[in-house]
């Protein structure tokens, strides 16, 4: 009755489903690890936003790393920019998703030391090999604030560090690549550069240009996204649940199939032969 399970269709059937079921489980189980990772970042970036300012010493140093816990924490510095060494990340997008570049600015410290401070998104220019126009920041020694980051990198990011681009022109912000590229050009300071880097909130540039970038809380995408992992997983393991249910539906309707097609034959080989 059921020997039709060991044909070659009803194997590779059997094998698949037999596949599927493990799989969808871990899939569910990534999506509910993605679920606490993305709370547990929530909470570090609301305790950050609500801290008060601390000195960005304090949080990283030179060629060091930017701990987890100190993400978008704010911190202040004391120094001036050094135009000279400007540099400009591409394929960078706005709140508007208009495609352009953030433009990240060496703040030499009163001690020497440089901090890499991203002063915000400008349009694309006519030319994708010209360095762009872009507007000065406050000049002479000033105290900024913005917001602690980490080095990107391409396994955090996605983003490919593409090789050969047009001069003063990079894909990631890390501070170990930015600061052997500023040390190539001739900047002496480079050679105490901050590990990670910050995105500048104060003080507002003149004209609005750079777009300073959105606080987490003005930027809402990162609301919520730990709460539509953890639907995702429980879909999965409805899925992997799923897949036995569909396994015996379909062997019922091949078992209903194939009875029928039996009485079908039985009751023509009764019927009496036409004379």
Do not use: C
Not at 60 to 71: C, E, K, P, Q
Not at 179 to 199: H, P, Q, T
């Amino acid at each position: 009755m059921y020997r039709f399970l060991l044909t070659r269709q009803w194997v590779i059937i059997t094998l698949v489903a037999l596949l599927l079921i493990p799989t969808m489980i871990w899939l569910g189980f990534w999506q509910l690890h993605r679920h606490d990772h993305r709370q547990k970042l929530n909470q570090v970036i609301t305790a950050s936003l609500a801290a008060k300012p601390v000195p960005v010493e304090s949080l990283t140093s030179v060629g060091g790393s930017v701990a987890h816990d100190a993400i978008y924490r704010r911190v202040t510095a004391r120094g001036h920019f050094d135009t000279a060494h400007e540099l400009v990340v591409r394929r960078r997008t706005n709140a508007d998703d208009q495609v352009g570049y953030h433009v990240l600015t060496p703040f030499v410290l009163d001690d020497g030391r440089t901090l890499l401070v991203n002063r915000g998104w400008i349009p694309s220019s006519a030319s994708q090999t010209a360095f762009p126009s872009i507007p000065a920041p406050a000049s002479g020694e000033i105290t900024v604030t913005g917001r602690l980051m980490r080095d990107e990198t391409t396994a955090a990011s996605g983003i490919k560090n593409l090789k050969g681009l047009p001069d003063r022109q990079i894909m990631l912000i890390n501070s170990e690549q930015v600061g052997a590229l500023l040390r190539d050009s001739g900047d002496a300071s480079a050679k105490s550069v901050f590990g990670g880097y910050i995105e500048l909130t104060s003080p507002a540039p003149k004209g609005g240009s750079p777009e300073l970038l959105p606080s987490p809380k003005e930027d809402t995408s990162w609301i919520g996204i730990g709460d539509i992992n953890l639907p995702y997983a429980v879909q999965w393991w409805l899925f992997a649940a799923g897949v036995p249910v569909g396994w015996l539906v379909l062997v019922r309707r091949e078992l209903k199939e194939r009875a029928g097609a039996a009485k079908e034959a039985a009751k023509k080989e009764t019927e009496p032969a036409a004379v």
